[in-house]
């Protein structure tokens, strides 16, 4: 086999290695738990915190309520107990309890409305929950099928390795230093193909002897780009 048709071959290879490689660098990265479900996270961390905050001033609210119920009870008890006998006492003390009572309604509309944020708070929880549950059973799904794919790329790519390895042998130490040199400088492609009379990779116009002599399978650098021509 001629050496240009050795590099094309080895750079078709390459260049499945490369494939290779990015795909399994983008699958790893995909691999990571999502940004959306670590901000899930967040968020059901957060809610979690209004649900006990709610919760303690549902009780602290249900608590005065219950505690000034009693006071007016009491009050109610001695004004119609028959305990205090002076009209003058039984007048301030009907007043004082009429003054509990609207105060009590005050506070029985805030455990109401503490009671209404608790609730609302337990609703926003249970919705990331579970927006996150949803969330992490796809991404199982999801990585599972990545983890296929990873396997399946490892394997594809070991391959490609061993026939480069077989290959490489046959190939001229000069040349073959000379093409590792030229995928570097030219982003992974070293050869390039003969599109009519121009460089396919660079597109230059060539001039007819450089192209006579890449359609015989001689070894010559496009004068535009370096890269090695082929046919």
């Known amino acids: 086999m001629q050496t240009i048709k050795q590099l094309e071959l080895l750079q078709e290879l390459d260049l499945a290695l490369d494939a290779d490689r990015r795909k399994y ?25 209004t649900v006990t905050t709610s919760q303690k001033e549902r009780r602290r609210q249900e608590d005065a ?6 006071t007016i009870k009491a009050k109610e008890e001695s004004l119609y107990g028959g305990r205090i006998k002076e ?4 007048v301030a003390l009907q007043q004082n309890i009429e003054n509990l009572k609207q105060h009590l309604k005050k506070l029985e509309d805030d455990a109401l409305e503490a009671l209404m944020e608790q609730e609302q708070a337990e609703a926003l929880l249970k919705a990331f929950q579970k927006s996150w549950e949803e969330g992490v059973a796809a991404f199982k799904k ?9 396997k399946k790329i490892v394997k594809h790519a070991r391959s490609l390795k061993a026939r480069r390895e077989k290959l490489i042998v046959s190939i001229p ?39 006579q002599k ?8 496009c004068p535009g780009c370096s890269r090695l021509l082929h046919d």
């Open 25 to 49: 660098n983008e699958n790893k990265q995909a691999l990571a738990v999502p940004q959306a479900l670590k901000k899930l996270q967040k968020q059901i961390e957060h809610a979690k915190m």
């Open 65 to 70: 309520v219950a505690e000034l119920t009693a």
């Open 87 to 90: 009209p003058r006492e039984q």
């Open 142 to 150: 999801h990585r599972a099928q990545l983890e296929k794919d990873q």
């Open 173 to 211: 130490t000069a040349m073959l230093e000379r093409y590792e040199k030229l995928r570097k400088k030219k982003g992974g492609v070293a050869t390039a193909t003969l599109k009519g009379r121009s460089c396919g990779a660079c597109g230059a116009s060539l001039p007819t002897a450089i192209v």
């Open 214 to 221: 890449a359609r015989e399978g001689q070894l010559i650098a």
